[in-house]
T-cell receptor, first 118, second 118 residues
Framework: AQSVAQPEDQVNVAEGNPLTVKCTYS??????LFWYVQYPNRGLQFLLK??????LVKGSYGFEAEFNKSQTSFHLKKPSALVSDSALYFC????????????????FGKGTKLSVIP | GAVVSQHPSRVICKSGTSVKIECRSL??????MFWYRQFPKQSLMLMAT?????????EQGVEKDKFLINHASLTLSTLTVTSAHPEDSSFYIC??????????????FGPGTRLTVL
């Protein structure tokens, strides 16, 4: 079965500094990886995904993620953090369970709370 | 594009009553919708997957008679929590997959529904 690990419950970073939110995965076959952000009492917003191709994926709001196959990691990064980036971040991997109509389930990590300090 | 709405955003009900939560894809047709449950400071746990016109597929440990899911059209899925108890209090989030997209399981999430059972 596939799994996602986000080793840090919380990451604190000063505004303007680079940020990294870590994610490692375990899945059979080629991984399809996603990052989502969740603001308080809100649903998840899609940030970016890796399917194939360039290991550095660029996404919304200036975020990017680096896929590293040998380390089975997909860390989320941003060169300069903003206070408005403070939120809960989830890494997810597409599972092998076919849900029908071309869909597969997503397995989520437990989330990392990012706090950007002014 | 790809907007998913949920209604209501917040509901408080008495123990023993039933509550219906709607999930709508506003500008696309969703072949598949997923229902998640999220406890405070925890990740999303997939409850069930529904394909339009088919019975929902429930995850292990989720009572299908308690959490009734109906996906009668390509833009609407409903989750009914029957005979709700305080332990059903949670944040319920739906997601939908656009039938037009050939991408690998990109899901669009609703804003969530906060259920509080007194």
């Amino acid at each position: 079965a596939q799994s996602v690990a986000q080793p840090e419950d919380q990451v604190n970073v000063a505004e303007g500094n680079p940020l990294t939110v870590k994610c490692t995965y375990s899945v059979s076959g080629n991984p399809y990886l996603f990052w989502y952000v969740q603001y308080p009492n809100r649903g998840l917003q899609f940030l970016l995904k890796y399917i194939t191709g360039d290991n550095l994926v660029k996404g919304s709001y200036g975020f990017e993620a680096e896929f590293n196959k040998s380390q089975t990691s997909f860390h989320l990064k941003k060169p300069s953090a903003l206070v408005s980036d403070s939120a809960l971040y989830f890494c997810a991997v597409r599972g092998l369970t076919y849900s029908g109509a071309g869909s597969y389930q997503l397995t989520f990590g437990k989330g990392t709370k990012l706090s950007v300090i002014p | 594009g790809a907007v998913v709405s949920q209604h209501p955003s917040r509901v408080i009900c008495k123990s023993g009553t039933s509550v219906k939560i709607e999930c709508r894809s506003l500008d696309f047709q969703a072949t598949t919708m997923f229902w998640y449950r999220q406890f405070p400071k925890q990740s999303l746990m997939l409850m069930a997957t529904s394909n339009e016109g088919s019975k929902a597929t429930y995850e292990q440990g989720v009572e299908k008679d308690k959490f009734l899911i109906n996906h009668a059209s390509l833009t609407l899925s409903t989750l009914t929590v029957t005979s709700a108890h305080p332990e059903d209090s949670s944040f319920y989030i739906c997601s939908a997959r656009d039938r037009r997209l050939k991408t690998y399981n990109e899901q669009f999430f609703g804003p969530g529904t906060r259920l509080t059972v007194l």
